[in-house]
């Protein structure tokens, strides 16, 4: 029994290095959900590594034992572990998990119920407050839709469509990361938002706090309040921030900074019953500075008429901007 807890702790310890890395893939989860959900041990071995991870002990020790065996689902305790986990950077290592001791799951038995998994999405022209039973709050811009992770040992969102504004409750033991395909972006507390403007371009702004944002590849920033980051496929674009506590979309305006035609007329869209459609898709590449009323499809498209020389109609569904 003290051997299968020995490698049950070494596993847990190994899923605590793996799972704090910047990019997790699906499968990569998978893995992580069957396992932990395999015994309600697991989850109290995870729980107090990741304790450990977030004094340094973990860390230390981790470093100190070099090659570990991969993570993974089997609990057999092998030879190789075994020999292994004597070592002196995991005697170090479980000393201190002894002297930690913090528990900080409460009912190991039902573990599934401890995973709840819920999908929010709104129509074009509705926004919504969701309240997450950590004390965050996403805030959906129109024609957006997300689905929401919670577990005892993550919080995750998936930005599937548009864009939301995330106000995130601090936790020491829990991060909180949004993936919005092809951009991850990881904090701990701070209020940020993501946009999923089109299937390349992602647009991430923070209003307070840092977050960390990861593209794959081995690409990868660190975003202070103030400032955020525009992708484009491999093309990257620092943005100003304008200093308020959150994105002038939700009072229903969009601040736009040398900003193609293309993502003022996505995010205009998001806004307004009758959509804004461009005869002519050379003119979604023309840029486009200044604040814009969200709510005002017709002040929106006479302003830029003004500025690049063009014209628009309304139809009985659509409005028309073309030269």
């Given at each position: 029994?003290?051997?299968?807890?020995?490698?049950?702790?070494?596993?847990?310890?190994?899923?605590?290095?793996?799972?704090?890395?910047?990019?997790?893939?699906?499968?990569?989860?998978?893995?992580?959900?069957?396992?932990?959900?395999?015994?309600?041990?697991?989850?109290?071995?995870?729980?107090?590594?990741q304790t450990l991870w977030q004094s340094g002990g973990l860390e230390a020790a981790l470093r100190g034992i070099a090659p570990l065996p991969q993570a993974g689902n089997d609990d057999a305790p092998g030879k190789e572990a075994l020999a292994r986990?004597?070592?002196?950077?995991?005697?170090?290592?479980?000393?201190?998990?002894?002297?930690?001791?913090?528990?900080?799951?409460?009912?190991?038995?039902?573990?599934?119920?401890?995973?709840?998994?819920?999908?929010?999405?709104?129509?074009?022209?509705?926004?919504?407050?969701?309240?997450?039973?950590?004390?965050?709050?996403?805030?959906?811009?129109?024609?957006?839709?997300?689905?929401?992770?919670?577990?005892?040992?993550?919080?995750?969102?998936?930005?599937?469509?548009?864009?939301?504004?995330?106000?995130?409750?601090?936790?020491?033991?829990?991060?909180?990361?949004?993936?919005?395909?092809?951009?991850?972006?990881?904090?701990?507390?701070?209020?940020?938002?993501?946009?999923?403007?089109?299937?390349?371009?992602?647009?991430?702004?923070?209003?307070?706090?840092?977050?960390?944002?990861?593209?794959?590849?081995?690409?990868?920033?660190?975003?202070?309040?103030?400032?955020?980051?525009?992708?484009?496929?491999?093309?990257?674009?620092?943005?100003?921030?304008?200093?308020?506590?959150?994105?002038?979309?939700?009072?229903?305006?969009?601040?736009?900074?040398?900003?193609?035609?293309?993502?003022?007329?996505?995010?205009?869209?998001?806004?307004?019953?009758?959509?804004?459609?461009?005869?002519?898709?050379?003119?979604?590449?023309?840029?486009?500075?200044?604040?814009?009323?969200?709510?005002?499809?017709?002040?929106?498209?006479?302003?830029?008429?003004?500025?690049?020389?063009?014209?628009?109609?309304?139809?009985?569904?659509?409005?028309?901007?073309?030269?």
């Amino acid at each position: 029994m003290a051997q299968e807890t020995h490698v049950i702790d070494l596993q847990a310890a190994q899923w605590v290095d793996r799972m704090r890395r910047p990019v997790l893939d699906s499968d990569t989860t998978a893995d992580f959900d069957r396992w932990i959900l395999k015994d309600p041990r697991h989850i109290e071995s995870y729980a107090r590594m990741q304790t450990l991870w977030q004094s340094g002990g973990l860390e230390a020790a981790l470093r100190g034992i070099a090659p570990l065996p991969q993570a993974g689902n089997d609990d057999a305790p092998g030879k190789e572990a075994l020999a292994r986990g004597r070592n002196r950077g995991w005697r170090r290592m479980g000393q201190a998990a002894a002297l930690a001791g913090i528990l900080v799951v409460a009912g190991v038995a039902g573990a599934p119920s401890l995973v709840t998994e819920t999908q929010y999405a709104t129509a074009r022209g509705q926004t919504r407050t969701v309240a997450l039973s950590d004390g965050s709050t996403i805030r959906m811009n129109g024609d957006t839709r997300i689905a929401v992770r919670m577990a005892p040992w993550s919080r995750q969102v998936e930005l599937q469509r548009g864009e939301a504004f995330f106000d995130v409750a601090h936790e020491r033991l829990r991060g909180f990361a949004v993936d919005a395909g092809g951009a991850k972006v990881s904090v701990l507390g701070t209020a940020f938002d993501v946009d999923r403007v089109d299937r390349d371009t992602r647009v991430i702004q923070v209003y307070r706090g840092m977050v960390g944002v990861h593209a794959g590849s081995g690409r990868q920033w660190r975003l202070p309040a103030g400032s955020g980051l525009e992708l484009e496929g491999e093309r990257v674009r620092s943005l100003k921030g304008s200093g308020d506590k959150r994105p002038d979309w939700t009072q229903g305006w969009f601040e736009a900074n040398e900003t193609p035609v293309r993502q003022l007329v996505q995010r205009l869209n998001r806004s307004i019953d009758r959509p804004i459609v461009l005869a002519d898709p050379s003119i979604g590449a023309l840029l486009v500075t200044g604040r814009f009323p969200m709510r005002e499809p017709k002040s929106v498209l006479e302003m830029v008429s003004v500025v690049h020389d063009l014209r628009w109609r309304a139809t009985s569904d659509r409005y028309v901007l073309k030269r």
